[in-house]
């Protein structure tokens, strides 16, 4: 069974930085769409940013200009760099794969049929 581990959540300060990585176990998706989610408590799943086979990326406006995301294709690994966090960013992170195309870009949760556990990401003040 394909799994999707994420690692690199923590505790950070306001301004502050952290490296989200997803790792499939099992599988290369390099030519699927990948995205990132986020789920505050009380809150629906939303989408952080995605990406295409073709390094095209997308992202929410309450991330653009401080969240990247890439893929190591080396590593078949996702990356979430994200910088100048706000205690709002605090949710627990997950990553996702769509594997019914290897094209265009995913931007709908219910599009994606594999997903990680999360990782949980804590801003403080």
């Known amino acids: 069974q394909v799994q999707l581990v994420e690692s690199g959540g923590g505790l950070v300060q306001a301004g502050g930085s952290l490296r989200l990585s997803c790792a499939p176990s099992?599988?290369?998706?390099?030519?699927?769409?990948m995205g990132w989610f986020r789920q505050a408590p009380g809150k629906e799943r939303q989408l952080v940013a995605t990406?295409?086979?073709?390094?095209?990326?997308y992202y929410s406006d309450s991330v653009k200009g401080r969240f990247t995301i890439s893929r190591d294709y080396a590593k078949n690994t996702l990356l979430l760099e994200m910088s100048s966090l706000k205690p709002e960013d605090t949710a627990i992170y997950y990553c996702?794969?769509?594997?019914?195309?290897?094209?265009?870009?995913?931007?709908?949760?219910?599009?994606?049929?594999?997903w990680g556990q999360g990782t949980q990401v804590t801003v403080s003040f």
């Open positions: 099992g599988h290369t998706f390099s030519l699927n769409p």
């Open positions: 996702a794969v769509d594997t019914r195309t290897n094209y265009g870009m995913t931007y709908v949760a219910a599009e994606y049929d594999v």
């Open positions: 990406i295409n086979r073709y390094g095209n990326t």
